[in-house]
């Protein structure tokens, strides 16, 4: 194979490199459209909530340069409830960490919480887990956030978000925390909390669907730069047969 065979392959696989990567950055989510889900699946203090974790997901997808959609989802079962913030003093019901300020909050649909939930920057109260919990909801015991109920927020933030608005409370490396009540015989209550990547982690799927597409996009540059060796040696030779676009003449 002569020099220019072999710069013209590596030319080609650059270009199959760069496109991988361009795909690769294209599916993994920009820190300026963050998009991604918490789950509290870990018992922290109190009693264990009835059922499987994870206990409670919470959803994020960012709609405008400063607005995002927050989706609050239980997977509580029997008599396992959220309440809290029945006065602005009271232990919060679910909590997050915001790291920046949020200029407005509302509920679009769903078992929405009561009047003190929202943005506080000095914090909620999350009883013994600690930290500072900026983002916080709460229920009425009479109408709490039980078995198979959610929430969707609509959050404005006071600017423009240039990296992902969760993260985990100061003092902590918690991303979320919630007490869970009536759980037993005795209705006692106990804290959940989770500490998960902010951003979501390809399934295997779209991990086998990516390298597949590599695969492919390799296979067919591979066949055109072998073709297009074969017809330059065969002109070489003076052996090549006229091309769709014309003829090759013989030397």
Same mark, same amino acid.
């Given at each position: =194979?002569?020099?220019?065979?072999?710069?013209?392959?590596?030319?080609?696989?650059?270009?199959?490199?760069?496109?991988?990567?361009?795909?690769?950055?294209?599916?993994?989510?920009?820190? +300026?459209? %963050?998009?991604?889900?918490?789950?509290?699946?870990?018992?922290?203090?109190?009693?264990?909530?009835?059922?499987?974790?994870?206990?409670?997901?919470?959803?994020?997808?960012?709609?405008?340069?400063?607005?995002?959609?927050?989706?609050?989802?239980?997977?509580?079962?029997?008599?396992?409830?959220?309440?809290?913030?029945?006065?602005?003093?009271?232990?919060?019901?679910? @909590?997050?960490?915001?790291?920046? %300020?949020?200029?407005?909050?509302?509920?679009?649909?769903? !078992?929405?919480? *009561?009047? *003190?939930?929202?943005?506080? @920057?000095?914090?909620?109260? !999350?009883?013994?887990?600690?930290?500072?919990?900026?983002?916080?909801?709460?229920?009425?015991?009479?109408?709490?956030?039980? @078995?198979?109920?959610?929430?969707?927020?609509?959050?404005?933030?006071?600017?423009? =978000?240039?990296?992902?608005?969760?993260?985990?409370?100061?003092?902590?490396?918690?991303?979320?925390?919630?007490?869970?009540?009536?759980?037993?015989?005795?209705?006692?209550?106990?804290?959940?909390?989770?500490?998960?990547?902010?951003? %979501?982690?390809?399934?295997?799927?779209?991990?086998?669907?990516?390298?597949?597409?590599?695969?492919?996009?390799?296979?067919?540059? =591979?066949?055109?730069? !072998?073709?297009?060796?074969?017809? @330059?040696?065969?002109?070489?030779?003076?052996? +090549?047969?006229?091309?769709?676009?014309?003829?090759?003449?013989?030397?």
């Amino acid at each position: =194979m002569n020099k220019k065979a072999v710069n013209r392959r590596r030319v080609v696989f650059a270009w199959v490199c760069a496109a991988a990567l361009a795909t690769l950055l294209q599916a993994t989510p920009a820190l +300026a459209q %963050p998009s991604g889900r918490i789950v509290l699946w870990r018992a922290d203090f109190g009693r264990t909530p009835d059922g499987p974790p994870p206990w409670l997901e919470a959803s994020y997808d960012q709609t405008g340069p400063n607005t995002v959609t927050l989706t609050l989802t239980s997977h509580l079962s029997g008599t396992d409830v959220l309440w809290g913030l029945e006065d602005s003093s009271a232990a919060v019901g679910w @909590a997050f960490y915001l790291d920046q %300020p949020l200029a407005g909050i509302s509920c679009r649909s769903g !078992t929405c919480g *009561n009047s *003190n939930s929202g943005f506080d @920057a000095s914090g909620f109260d !999350t009883g013994p887990v600690g930290g500072l919990f900026n983002l916080g909801f709460g229920w009425d015991r009479f109408e709490p956030f039980g @078995a198979l109920d959610s929430a969707v927020y609509d959050l404005t933030f006071t600017s423009a =978000m240039i990296t992902f608005p969760f993260d985990a409370g100061r003092g902590t490396d918690l991303f979320s925390v919630a007490q869970v009540q009536g759980l037993g015989s005795g209705n006692g209550s106990g804290w959940i909390v989770a500490a998960p990547v902010p951003f %979501p982690v390809p399934e295997p799927e779209e991990f086998g669907l990516f390298g597949l597409g590599v695969l492919i996009v390799l296979s067919v540059h =591979m066949r055109r730069c !072998t073709h297009a060796g074969n017809v @330059a040696r065969r002109y070489r030779k003076g052996f +090549a047969s006229p091309s769709r676009g014309g003829s090759l003449a013989r030397v």
